[in-house]
């Protein structure tokens, strides 16, 4: 997708999305064959159930069947949500993943897997899960010492109120 159709689609749509309690994440146009499949990518504080992204939908739909921003030619809408192990990249995304484990990939090279607890303007504050029967630590990060972080997905996670029975 050019830059110009991806810039005015977000324009278009940002609004809109804004408008129905979410935030848009991502716009991607991608040529099957002869359609093209245009996807959308919003996120909200709260998450999403599928009654809410139905009605995102048909907003976008809409409005992109009420301007040529599409251009000519048939396209399929997609509206989702970022998935179970999303990249983060805003502070939004932090925010949102207070609680869950996180792999970092550190600016010195090195890889960190922890649990963030606390997200402030200029970092985090995190929990080293502890190996062979060892206590968690915990530790700061800085956001400039953050090259790249994805959620990961934990299967046997106790919750807290199990944790604290």
Do not use: C, W
């Amino acid at each position: 997708m050019s830059t110009t159709q991806s810039e005015r689609l977000r324009e278009l749509l940002d609004p809109l999305v804004t408008s129905q309690g979410f935030d848009l994440e991502e716009i991607e146009v991608e040529s099957v064959g002869r359609k093209r499949v245009l996807r959308v990518v919003v996120d909200s504080d709260e998450g999403a159930d599928l009654d809410a992204i139905a009605d995102v939908s048909r907003a976008l739909s809409a409005k992109l069947d009420e301007t040529d921003a599409m251009g000519e030619g048939e396209y399929t809408l997609e509206v989702g949500t970022p998935g179970a192990e999303r990249e983060l990249k805003e502070h939004r995304h932090y925010v949102r993943a207070t609680d869950r484990l996180v792999k970092f990939q550190l600016a010195d090279g090195d890889d960190l897997i922890a649990r963030i607890l606390n997200v402030e303007d200029d970092g985090l504050d995190v929990e080293v899960p502890g190996v062979k029967g060892r206590k968690p630590t915990a530790r700061r990060l800085a956001f400039e010492d953050i090259a790249k972080a994805r959620v990961q997905v934990e299967f046997s996670r106790k919750d807290k109120k199990e944790e604290e029975a």
